[in-house]
Antibody, heavy 121, light 106 residues
Framework: QVQLQESGPGLVKPSQTLSLTCTVS??????????WTWIRQPAGKGLEWIGR???????NYNPSLKSRVTMSVDTSKNQFSLRLTSVTAADTAVYYC?????????????WGQGTLVTVSS | DIQMTQSPSSLSASVGDRVTITCRAG??????LNWYQQKPGKAPNLLIY???TLQSGVPSRFSGSGSGTDFVLTISSLQREDFATYHC?????????FGGGTKVEI
């Protein structure tokens, strides 16, 4: 059974870069049947898709964040990562890493527990 | 982006009630629609995918229907453990988009 675990700083200063890593167990980030994605949720609000990465290097980002987002994969550690630059208070949220299948649409079938990132000086 | 609109945003119900939640897409998405349940402080959990297919392990009191732009999640007999927030998500095209969520309260 796949498990995902987010890690990274819980507090980031405005204008700095948010960096999170997701460690995957029970599956491979080089899987050809799954994509790896980041989703966030501000407190009391809905879910926002940030982007996805597929095997090595193929990415799609939410246009609303595209200029600030980079995702990457480390196959040696079976991890994938998120970088979000120039953060503001509006980026404060719980960040989830997740796995999605791509058979018949993009179906997010496994989620990490989530990590709260607060943007504040 | 495809806008997803859920209604109601919240509802009050009792154990044993039949509950329906609606999700409307801003354009046709065929049956590329998924439903998730989220409990406080927890990650969402997949309930239904492709509009009507129950995820393995999900109780049969949950069902989904719809195609095109209009979709419905039904809980046939609400149980205590079903009090949660429900989210729809279109998987037709990137960027993936979610509805605003429906909170089911006692």
């Amino acid at each position: 059974q796949v498990q995902l675990q987010e890690s990274g700083p819980g507090l980031v200063k405005p204008s700095q870069t948010l960096s999170l890593t997701c460690t995957v167990s029970g599956d491979s980030v080089t899987s050809e049947t799954h994509i790896w994605t980041w989703i966030r949720q501000p407190a009391g609000k809905g879910l926002e898709w940030i982007g996805r990465i597929y095997t090595i290097g193929s990415t799609n980002y939410n246009p609303s964040l595209k200029s600030r987002v980079t995702m990457s994969v480390d196959t040696s550690k079976n991890q994938f990562s998120l970088r979000l630059t120039s953060v503001t208070a509006a980026d404060t949220a719980v960040y989830y890493c997740a796995r999605a299948s791509v058979d018949g649409g993009v179906i997010v079938d496994s989620w990490g527990q989530g990590t709260l990132v607060t943007v504040s000086s | 982006d495809i806008q997803m609109t859920q209604s109601p945003s919240s509802l009050s119900a009792s154990v044993g009630d039949r509950v329906t939640i609606t999700c409307r897409a801003g354009q046709s998405i065929s049956t590329y629609l998924n439903w998730y349940q989220q409990k406080p402080g927890k990650a969402p959990n997949l309930l239904i995918y492709a509009a009507s297919t129950l995820q393995s392990g999900v109780p049969s009191r949950f069902s989904g229907s719809g195609s095109g732009t209009d979709f419905v999640l039904t809980i046939s007999s609400l149980q205590r453990e079903d009090f949660a927030t429900y989210h729809c998500q279109q998987s037709y095209i990137f960027p993936l988009t979610f509805g605003g969520g429906t909170k089911v309260e006692i």
